[in-house]
């Protein structure tokens, strides 16, 4: 499937997803950082790392199928969405607590993107090549600090690596028009 220009740059641009899992009838929502990866024109892929004493984590071994919500919000500093913040963001510690705190005078949406994928729980056991391939891109992510590379990346004892193959992808806009691809 082929994604438009304007979905691969968000990807690309935006640090945070909202990720949904679901397991015995009961879902369940988490605020992930992550990185987008293009193999090619028909391949998308997103990649995650997870701690696996989780609800989430649970859920993707129970039932692989998740969906995933990306926005393009307007930053309060007056940002152009497709810009990085990455270097605003180096070496700070607390991101996450700060976007959360920021996220109600930052939340002017233009565009939301739902994505619907299946995710694989990598095993560097049973494919080290492709474990580690996917684990260098998300460790070479230039929007993590180093503490978050260190807790959630380097840690493979007690996180996961997660992948999800992107199967449909929604945008929809301010006036709710929906593209589908």
């Not at 497709?82 to 976007?99: I, P, Q, T, V």
Request: glycine letters at 2%.
């Amino acid at each position: 499937m082929q994604l438009p220009d304007s979905v691969t740059s968000l990807l690309k641009s935006k640090r945070f997803l909202h990720l949904a899992t679901c397991n015995d009838n009961v879902p369940h929502l988490s605020l992930m950082n992550y990185t987008y990866y293009k193999k090619t024109d028909n391949e998308h892929y997103i990649i995650m790392s997870t701690p696996k004493n989780t609800d989430k984590y649970n859920n993707m071994l129970a039932n692989p199928q998740v969906s995933v919500l990306v926005h393009d919000w307007l930053a309060t500093n007056n940002k152009a969405s497709g810009e990085s913040d990455a270097e605003d963001l180096k070496g700070r510690r607390n991101l996450l607590y700060d976007f959360l705190v920021n996220l109600n005078q930052s939340e002017i949406s233009r565009v939301s993107v739902m994505i619907n994928g299946k995710c694989q729980l990598l095993d560097k056991t049973e494919n080290k090549d492709t474990y580690e391939f996917y684990k260098s891109l998300h460790r070479n992510n230039k929007k993590f600090d180093e503490v978050q590379v260190k807790n959630y990346i380097e840690d493979d004892e007690d996180n996961a690596l997660v992948v999800i193959a992107i199967t449909l992808c929604k945008v929809t806009d301010t006036n709710n028009n929906v593209e589908t691809y």
